[in-house]
């Protein structure tokens, strides 16, 4: 009887580990599963977000024009530069980043000739002067043509650059010249005293609140102002631009006054050569059909952002117009 006891007892313990075991082993292979699951669904997601950032990539490469310039580049090209905004060392036009951009486009080897759009209503005389230089140096350097298109406005400063060019051309109602000098400032002076502010400055140097707003205007100032700085950086500008421009100019007493011209009238005074846009100028004056716009180059981060932003800009007019499109056809 103990026998047989002990026979059903080793039978259920056997039959129990084997019971248990089976279970450890659907565990496991449950594990491996749900292991093997979760790195498939990884790599999914993984390949779906590298696709993303491939196509978000083209993309923006296919709308800023890289690919397509890339292209244009291995065959006869005019390079071209667009400076737009006030003239100053920061924000606008900057010299530095003006000068990187015209060394690229001169010193690209297909391009036969720069085109420098400008749209300025000027700013500083020396980054003026500096982009005006450099575009000399620039010329003589890869003997190369450079050609000013005037968009809206080529007044002051931005003048100064345009005269660099070998020929500047303008749209019939561009305004272009302003050829003077001008500092301005106010007075408030009689203001302070009527709301009774006191005015405290304390300075080593007898001129050194040179035109402080809030002080009578000195004569012995002004006088040193006019004849020192305005009455020089104006002669200064007016010899760059005779200089420059040459035999073109015409004699007329109004030139170096400070007025402007539209487009025609200025071509009468010699200060552009022709109306025209940079098509015409690559086509017909360079006889190259193919532009490429150099430009200061965007991180991969505002490109993408940008074509982002576009996309969605695109896809949400997209449907509003087929909102409204079915509004009016029901």
Not at 26 to 32: K, L, M
Not at 82 to 105: F, K, Y
Request: proline share 1%.
């Amino acid at each position: 009887m103990m026998k047989l006891f002990d026979f059903f007892k080793n039978k259920n313990a056997n039959s129990i580990k084997r019971n248990s075991d089976e279970q450890l082993a659907d565990i496991a292979a449950e594990f491996v599963r749900q292991n093997t699951s979760k790195r498939r669904w990884r790599l999914v997601l993984g390949l779906l977000f590298v696709g993303y950032v491939a196509s978000m990539s083209y993309v923006s490469l296919q709308q800023s024009g890289i690919l397509q310039d890339a292209l244009k580049k291995e065959s006869p090209f005019v390079a071209e530069v667009a400076l737009n905004g006030v003239i100053q060392n920061t924000r606008g036009i900057e010299a530095d980043d003006a000068i990187e951009l015209l060394q690229e486009a001169f010193a690209a080897e297909n391009a036969k000739a720069v085109i420098l759009r400008l749209n300025s209503p000027g700013g500083s005389p020396v980054q003026s002067s500096r982009i005006h230089k450099a575009i000399n140096h620039l010329k003589a350097k890869f003997n190369k043509k450079l050609y000013v298109v005037v968009e809206d406005i080529c007044a002051s400063g931005c003048y100064y650059i345009a005269s660099a060019a070998d020929e500047v051309y303008a749209d019939e109602s561009s305004i272009i010249g302003s050829i003077g000098v001008a500092i301005s400032s106010f007075g408030a002076a009689d203001a302070i005293k009527k709301i009774g502010i006191e005015r405290r400055l304390y300075t080593a140097g007898e001129n050194k609140a040179l035109m402080d707003i809030f002080l009578p205007e000195d004569k012995a100032a002004i006088e040193h102002i006019q004849t020192n700085i305005l009455d020089k950086s104006h002669q200064n500008f007016i010899n760059i631009v005779k200089q420059s421009r040459g035999d073109k100019l015409k004699d007329n007493k109004d030139l170096f006054t400070g007025l402007v011209w539209l487009g025609r009238d200025a071509q009468d005074l010699g200060l552009i050569d022709g109306v025209g846009d940079a098509n015409f100028i690559a086509t017909k004056l360079v006889g190259v059909k193919t532009r490429v716009l150099y430009e200061k180059e965007k991180t991969l981060l505002q490109q993408l952002t940008e074509a982002s932003a576009e996309s969605i800009a695109l896809v949400i007019i997209d449907q509003l117009f087929s909102k409204n499109s079915v509004g009016i056809l029901q």
